[in-house]
């Protein structure tokens, strides 16, 4: 089998440049198969994986931009008093642009020493932590954000009209944190210009998972009558609504990535026909040495195989680096979606690539089995 | 060795039905190198194809070797083939990307052979056509001689008592066509191998031990007196 291997790729360099042209056209595909996959798949875990079963966010009613949710951060208190809240912890966010956007900069302002509670999973990897204590305008930076913008500890930037100190730069096991930046509360109040006392919004942790409803409808009726009335849901479903538009162009992409398949399947197929065509008499050659049908059959397959598999890997390879070099993000109201793509994703692809170019191939494989032995020889 | 007995052959052209042979009686014994000549359209290519199983007779009994291979079904027939016939083409048929020594080695990649018992045996057969020093060369850097060379010694590799050639020194010159008629010979007298040889040319008859000559589908009991070409 593997000398019926090392012959079909042998004669996959017998037609140098149609082989070359089928493998960038499969690549193409490809890239765009990874890209499309990689959009899938970070999306996916921001809207899953991340949400927590215990926390609910607590927005103003009919706001779906950090700009425009405003809410007094004296509601805090208020909350806190509902049966079945554990915590709660108001947050301020600044972003740039509250459409969709693929470079999206965020600010969270979180209240001096209650980021280990909001975040407890991030680790800070470069700079230490008596910067970010010490310093009033001191931001931790994630790290995507900081290999995007060029960015180490101390350096100075400017952003959404803040100018912040870089203490440190961090690492969270969510992707999308690692596209933001953490500064103090009460600085990017005031630094953002909407004053002392005003948030964005409340993360409030429950007691258990089933407080998750009658809490987050106490808070809602709450605060019904009042001048900022709010909308309260669990985290999980907050991320789902706020992603709404990034889930509705990500699942257009899906026809991106069919029309990928399509193009990769119509290529090698092509290819593997025109080369079946062109070997008709050599077919019958093999077949009167006493090649059976499916070795023959093995033959075209494999070829259609490595076509499929080497467009993968230049396709799947290109993508996946040019994605990690980019490390896009991707925004929409505020939601913020790191696309950084995963090896699985590449080797998922390199896979589908393989496999798409073994079913290209089926067809002319029974087309160079069928044919009569003495006619092709004649031909 | 070939026992072919009340043979035909015809198949379907339009509407018409095609006989190229028709009710043919034949015997090669073991170890003969005979010639089958005849003008195109005589039915010898149809014959060799039936004696080398790559097309089966619609009528008759054709044995080789005890085996009455026109009961095979093409499964049986493609195993067949690959163990007792060896088929020499007139123009080669060569794999242009592979060197001489993995030309003949294609047959054996079908078997169980090792890596090392497959290079042994092609170099052996390489040697025997005289090859040897030749064995990484790839077709396009050897002569139309040379080539018709490996194409036997391809046909040699897995040791088969039947070797059947169309035309095999159709594309040579006088001299390179010559070695590989002293060549068949040998294959014949030494190596004990059974030759069916077609071929328009009566200059390549004369190697072999008899000839035979069909027209119209039949075989001729006297020579006739048609030209070469």
Redesign the interface.
């Known amino acids: 089998m593997i ?2 291997l090392q ?1 079909a790729a ?2 996959l ?2 037609h140098r440049l149609r082989t070359i042209l089928t493998v960038c056209g499969v690549a193409s595909g490809m890239f765009l198969f990874t890209a499309v996959e990689t959009l899938q798949q970070s999306l996916g875990e921001a809207t899953e994986a991340s949400a927590a079963d215990t926390t609910l966010v607590v927005y103003r009613e009919n706001r779906f931009c950090p700009m425009t949710s405003q809410l007094p951060e004296y509601y805090a208190d208020e909350i806190r008093r509902i049966d079945g809240v554990r915590e709660v912890i108001p947050i301020k966010i600044s972003v740039n642009n509250c459409g969709a956007s693929l470079d999206v900069i965020t600010f969270r302002g979180v209240p001096e020493g209650l980021l280990q509670k909001f975040a407890p999973e991030i680790e800070i990897i470069e700079g230490g932590e008596g910067e970010w204590l010490k310093r009033g305008d001191a931001a931790l930076v994630g790290e995507q954000f900081a290999k995007r913008r060029g960015l180490s500890p101390g350096d100075k930037f400017d952003a959404v009209g803040i100018t912040v100190y870089v203490a440190g730069i961090i690492r969270s096991p969510f992707p999308q944190d690692n596209n933001v930046a953490y500064v103090k509360l009460e600085f990017l109040q005031q630094a953002s210009k909407t004053g002392l006392g005003i948030v964005t919004q409340f993360n409030v942790r429950v007691k258990k998972a089933a407080d998750l409803k009658p809490v987050a409808e106490a808070i809602d009726e709450r605060f019904k009558s009042d001048q900022k009335p709010t909308n309260t849901r669990p985290e999980k479903a907050f991320f789902a609504e706020t992603a709404g538009q990034l889930i509705e162009l990500i699942g257009f992409t899906r026809w991106l990535g069919l029309a990928a398949v399509i193009a990769v399947v119509t290529l090698v197929a092509n290819a593997i026909s025109l080369m079946v065509r062109s070997r008709v ?2 077919n019958a ?9 499916r ?1 023959i059959m093995f033959l075209v397959l494999s070829e259609g195989g490595l076509l499929g598999m080497m467009g993968g890997l230049v396709g799947a390879g290109l993508a996946w680096s040019f994605l990690r070099w980019q490390s896009f993000t991707m925004g929409s109201e505020g939601h913020t979606l790191a696309i950084l793509p995963q090896v699985s994703t590449a080797l998922f692809a390199i896979v589908a690539a393989l496999l798409l170019g073994i079913i290209a191939s089926v067809h002319p494989a029974l087309v160079a089995i069928r044919q009569p ?2 006619k092709s ?1 004649r031909s | 060795m070939i026992s072919c007995k009340s043979i035909s052959k015809s198949y379907r052209k339009g509407p018409n039905l095609v006989t190229p042979l028709e009710d043919l009686n034949l015997e090669v014994a073991r170890g003969e190198f005979l010639a089958l000549m005849g003008p195109s359209g005589s039915g010898k290519t149809t014959l060799l ?1 039936l004696i ?1 199983g ?2 089966s007779p619609t009528a008759g009994s054709l044995k080789i070797d005890g085996e009455d291979i026109a009961s095979f079904s093409r ?1 049986e027939l ?2 067949w ?3 007792k016939v060896g ?1 020499i ?1 007139q123009l080669y ?1 060569l ?4 060197t001489a020594l993995e030309n003949v080695e ?2 054996l ?2 078997t169980s052979l090792t ?1 090392a018992e ?1 290079k042994e045996k092609a170099e052996a057969a390489l040697k025997i056509v005289g090859l040897e020093d030749r064995s990484h060369h790839t077709p396009n850097e050897l002569s139309g001689g040379q080539e018709q060379r490996v194409a036997i010694a ?1 046909a040699l590799v ?1 040791d088969p008592a039947l070797l059947v050639a169309d035309e095999p020194t159709g594309d040579l010159d006088r001299e390179s066509a010559s070695k590989i008629l002293d060549l068949l010979k040998s294959l014949s007298s030494e190596h004990g191998k059974t030759i069916v040889m077609v071929t328009h040319d009566a200059r390549a008859a004369a190697a072999a031990d008899r000839t035979l000559h069909l027209e119209k589908g039949q075989l001729l009991e006297n020579e006739p007196s048609y030209s070469n070409s």
């Open positions: 000398a019926l012959l042998k004669q360099l017998r008499k050599e050659v093999l077949r009167t040495l006493g090649y059976p049908s070795a032995i003495v020889l | 194809n080398s790559i097309d499964k493609t195993h083939r690959a163990r088929y083409f048929h794999i242009p990307v592979l294609l047959p990649l079908i890596r497959r391809r897995s």
